[in-house]
RNA sequence: CGUGAUGUAGCUUAAAGGAAAAGCACAAGCCUCAUAAGCUUGAGGAUAGUGGUUCGACUCCAUUCAUCACGUCCA
């Protein structure tokens, strides 16, 4: 004790990377957050001060699309998506300090600060540059909204960077045919002004932050070195060093969801110069709702205490090039490490809609049979420090699951626990003799080494020595029947009690220590399973288990009776969780199509056109209506019929100037009950909005209630 | 096409130039305390192919094949 509080205490400051706000959360990134939060469990349960930082990334041109395409505003949106994140997470016990957004105050004045320090450091530079440009949207197009036929081998229907088909890689320029999959229309070639961040400066500052880069990878595997990246992501670092760093470009043009550069007109920040920014926003949140921790103190240039990140390897170049060369110019403290890990294959295979191996996260909650925490062991069981791939095969998914957890681990608890109800009144034995005690010491004696496994991310070697005590334990208990005793016990009865008694002591013996050996394994594996462990301190009858407490046994004390822990999976949970994901998936990419057609992309039939009732409509009647910022109330005439529709166009039109003009109307539209009213139709208009709306004009001759067709 | 990574038993991984290991799955036997759990034994391999360096190669080099990732402003 007098040891650890005379060294400076180490904090560290965890992130995971920020889920975007266009999608749900899903197996893949489960893999990150699973691996954080396992890690975290650990440093919480050391007693390491450390905090859990995440949020949500929520800007960009996809959510916008998005947001528009369901009708809602983008903050709705992402806040719907957060919530929905959040809940998912908590369903895999991953448990943040504090969950915050990119599109949040703390965020945007943190992003304009780090801004305004690297323009004072003259690293912004305003280029002239040529883009993609959608005439139709009157937006500029990020390249994977461009489609069409690739220029070598005339595949349709490829991205804007290469073709999928033979492997040709160009620019969206070369393709022919080119289309906006926002539109549809053809884009046109437009000159624009971005800002820059001169990251071509930076390759010091970069190659200084990664320190004595020279190490290799075979030496970095049993120490964890100084250097912030692990093998791998360092020959990748260096790859992209020899092709030569390029500026970057961190602007965009309007119309853009995201936060306004100031002093310039209708441009905003790119989302990846904010998303990483959204770590520190997060963390000031925190800092400010708790007061647990200081902000300045974690990123000051000068900070003492430990900044890692946990990423995906698709995001090493966002974290490894910009962000540390940000950091460092705006005078911030720089991350120490960057823990990269692989994607997630399901069977070998990549995440695929159609097999229904596009998991998510929601469809395996929702199997009542699939605990969130067998999952988590299997990554555990999985997980090693590289960042290669991990694969989850189903099969052995459900095999390990089934073999370790439940025949292994549990079953040591299940196999002992009742004879001390049924003989001892649950209670456990007071000492044990140093036979028995062995066993437990060889437990005690490998904590160390779990824990450094654990400590350097190879999750998968700490459960391997895991598990290999758990099979010990089970030798143990085979080796000395238990049930042997106690039957000799029973025939006794209340012969001799000399015998009797010492055939009682052995018993006791036997399972107190089984129990105690679960103990120590339940405490082993509880970053791994927390909630499983929280029912495990309930059946021990004890208090919260934390790392310090493996070299102390369990002696003396009364333990509560043992009930069902984990259930084993059949195949058919596997099936069901697939089919339960088919369908979801399947409303989603139903949905998204919906959306698309009714976009201004997509064509649509006769007979679909033919549906819409339009009619002439003469407004007889406009007024203001009491209450509504947006809202005219009209009264239209369309010959035998009069309807009411309330408009949003109070901003455009004064109702004096519509009543007696003729415009048309949807005159089939379904009722819609309004805070104001019930609106029986819509009058068709043109315009973005705001005083931009003009509603339809009839030439002379049209009479009200005629068909428009 | 270029760059990088990976390829070991049915599956998941070890072996850092010195006898190819372990767990799960599989087979046989034992056991019955436990959720058909547990224990013992066994079978299972041209280490993706070819060529090279070496007394000796899963390991180092070259090359081929397969899979994956990345490829000038999407990052």
Redo the contacts with the bound molecule.
Sequence with gaps: MSESTNKQKEKILVTSALPYANGSIHLGHLVGYIQTDTWVRLQRMLGTECYFICGDDAHGTPVMLRAEAEGVTAETLIDKMRHQHLEDFKGFNIKFDYYHSTHSDENRELVIEIYQRLKKADLIEK?S?E?LYDPKRKMFL???FIKGDCPKCHEPDQY???CEKC???Y??MDLINPFSTISGATPIIKKTE?L?FKLSTCEDTLKNWMQGNLGTF??E??KESKQPLQG?SI??LD?WFESGL????ISRDAPYFGFPIPDEKDKFF?V?LDAPVGYMASFKKFCELTGKANFDDFWNADSPHKLYHFIG???L??HA??WPAVLSKANYRTPDKLFVHG?L?IN???MSKSRGTFINARAYLDIKALNPEYLRYYYA??L?N?S????I?L??FV??V???L???Y??IA???A??IHKLFAGKLCRSLSNEASSLLQTFIDEAKTIENFYQQRQF?EAI?VI??LA?KA??Y???K????I??KISLQADDNNQEDDKDRNKLHEICTVSINAFRLLTLFLKPVIPVIAEKVEKFLNIESLDWQQHSALLLNHKINKYK?????IEDKHIDELIEVNRKAMNEITETSKKQTETSDATTISFEDFAKIDLRVAKIINAEHVEGADKLLKLTLDIGDVQKQVFAGIKSAYQPEQLIGRHTVMVANLAPRKMRFGVSEGMVLAAGPGGKDIWILQLDEGAKPGMKVQ
Excluded: C
């Excluded at 029947?481 to 042997?484: A, I, L, S, T, Y």
């Design positions: 280029r540059i883009q990020p390249d994977r804007g960077d290469g492997h040709t890689i620019t969206p971005h820059f075979k030496q595997k049993n791998e020959n990748k790859e390029r500026d970057w470009d790119y990846w390897k698709d995001i170049y966002f090039l910009f994607f294959t070998g295979r990549k069981a999985k090693g590289k290669e791939d991990i694969d095969n099969k052995d095999f390990r089934n073999s370790n439940v025949g292994k549990a079953n299940s196999r002992t009742g004879f998968n391997r598990m290999n099979d089970n030798e208990i085979s080796d029947k238990p049930w042997d106690s039957k069902h822990l984990v259930s084993r």
